[in-house]
């Protein structure tokens, strides 16, 4: 099974500000990667999938990188709405399909 | 508009079973692999299981192997959870979430429902 290990647990950035969350893989899962955001009380909304193709309706200000065991979400400028918790997920050796541990990005 | 509508949850003692449905409407529901995803109190998400598009194939994480079965019925647009021997930590919120990518494509799981809860307590 695939170990899927995020970092930092939580981020604390304010309004208006970059963020930079970081997912890395217990071995080599090519680009195949899924971001996912989710808020609490609410249904995990996909954000990026093949490490950096952004899902239908998602604001340009999220991106993905990364190939291999090394994987990047960005967010450019924080939003209000973009506090909450975001998930990776892997899917080049699966089942079982395996997530990220979460980091929870909040307000500074 | 796409939809997913989990039902079924609820309190049951440990060792007892219970069966989760998710109404799809707003797409294809037969060209698409289907999941179970969950989310135990104060946890992250765990992938539970997958049916394929057309219904022959099922796989499942090793902790529900072997106690939970994935189903669907593509005449009532439904897909389905059997969840037997239950156990408290199995207690958690469960999504039934769309496979993005029509047949064994995957790019994420593009739709999800709201969720429906499952306490297993004696």
């Known amino acids: 099974e695939i170990v899927m290990t995020q970092s930092p647990a939580t981020l604390s950035v304010s309004p208006g500000e970059r963020a930079t969350l970081s997912c890395r893989a217990s071995?080599?899962?090519?680009?195949?990667l899924a971001w996912y955001q989710h808020k609490p009380g609410q249904t995990p909304r996909l954000l990026i999938y093949s490490a950096s193709t952004r899902a239908a309706g998602v604001p340009a200000r999220f991106s993905g990188s990364g190939s291999g065991t090394e994987f990047t979400l960005t967010i450019s400028s924080l939003q209000s709405e973009d506090f909450a918790l975001y998930y990776c997920?892997?899917?080049?050796?699966?089942?079982?399909?395996?997530f990220g541990g979460g980091t929870k990005v909040e307000i500074k | 508009q796409v939809q997913l509508v989990e039902s079924g949850g609820g309190v049951v003692r440990p060792g007892r079973s219970l069966r989760l449905s998710c109404a799809v409407s707003?797409?294809?529901?037969?060209?698409?692999?289907m999941h179970w995803v969950r989310q135990a109190p104060g946890k992250g998400l765990e992938w539970v299981a997958i049916?394929?598009?057309?219904?022959?194939?099922?796989d499942y994480a090793d902790s529900v192997k072997g106690r939970f079965t994935i189903s669907r019925d593509s005449s009532k647009n439904t897909l389905y959870l059997q969840m037997n021997s239950l156990r408290p930590d199995d207690t958690g919120v469960y999504y039934c979430?769309?496979?993005?990518?029509?047949?064994?494509?995957?790019?994420?799981?593009?739709?999800w429902g709201q969720g429906t809860t499952v306490t297993v307590s004696s």
């Open positions: 707003g797409f294809s529901f037969s060209l698409y692999g």
């Open positions: 049916i394929s598009y057309d219904g022959n194939n099922q």
């Open positions: 997920q892997q899917y080049n050796n699966w089942p079982p399909l395996t």
């Open positions: 071995q080599s899962i090519s680009s195949n």
């Open positions: 979430a769309k496979q993005g990518g029509s047949g064994f494509s995957y790019y994420g799981l593009d739709v």
